[in-house]
């Protein structure tokens, strides 16, 4: 932690938190893609899933899990809305900044913009292949900024969250609420980060291993 200002600290701690809810609530209890990512799970750990510390190159390996989680940070980014203070003058698509002003980036209606992503609102992880993630500009995929104040953690945050989703599908199933059931159900509030609706709740099943 040396070397972070105290005003980043709180960030330190809860962003992981926050996105770690979404994914949970969203996409892990799609049957087949948890079940594609339990399978995926337990060709890397082996049959009783990630009951230990993994390694960084066993992380590596969950692949599919990667492009889940890029896909759930693409339709739920943590940060929905980015700012930045205009310093001289920028010819925006034909638009002036005026320097002074501040920008605000909105990063979740980029994410859903059909020009990049043909039906945004689908939840479809194969997105994230390398072959379609080359044919998309770098700035239309920004859930950890872009540039030189990007997310520090951005690495380590993937690591977390793959450790944490192999470690919850290897113990439960993770099922839809009859409140929260599809899509359409789920209910957010865009605040400086991106929040589920209290309502927006899921259901844990122990999962029996064979
Ligand atoms: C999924 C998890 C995370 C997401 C989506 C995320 C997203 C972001 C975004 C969008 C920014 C840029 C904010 C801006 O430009 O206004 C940022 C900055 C930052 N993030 Fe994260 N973050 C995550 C996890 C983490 C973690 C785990 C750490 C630390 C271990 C971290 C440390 C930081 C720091 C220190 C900055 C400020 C960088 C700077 O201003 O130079 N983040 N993060």
Request: with cysteine; aromatic share 8%.
């Amino acid at each position: 932690m040396v070397g972070v200002q105290n005003k980043e600290f709180p960030h330190f701690f809860t962003k992981g938190r926050e996105v770690g809810t979404h994914i949970n609530a969203r996409h892990l209890r799609h049957p087949v893609k948890s079940l594609k990512v339990i399978q995926e799970t337990l060709a890397v750990f082996g049959p009783e899933g990630l009951t230990q510390c993994p390694t960084y190159e066993q992380l590596q390996e969950l692949k599919y899990l990667d492009k889940v989680i890029k896909e759930t940070l693409r339709l739920f980014p943590a940060v929905p809305i980015l700012g930045r203070n205009i310093e001289k003058d920028e010819n925006v698509g034909g638009h002036i900044l005026a320097p002074d002003s501040t920008a605000a980036i909105m990063v979740f209606n980029i994410h859903r913009d059909p020009t990049y992503y043909p039906n945004p609102d689908v939840f479809d992880p194969e997105r994230f292949t390398p072959e379609e993630v080359l044919k998309r500009p770098v700035g239309s995929y920004i859930p950890f900024s872009y540039g030189p104040r990007d997310c520090v953690g951005k690495k380590y945050a993937l690591l977390q969250m793959k450790t944490v989703i192999a470690r919850i599908l290897t113990k439960y199933r993770v099922l839809p609420s009859k409140e929260c059931s599809k899509m359409e159900d789920i209910r957010l509030e865009i605040r400086s980060t991106l929040k589920l609706l209290e309502t927006c709740t899921i259901r844990l099943e122990r999962r029996v291993l064979a």
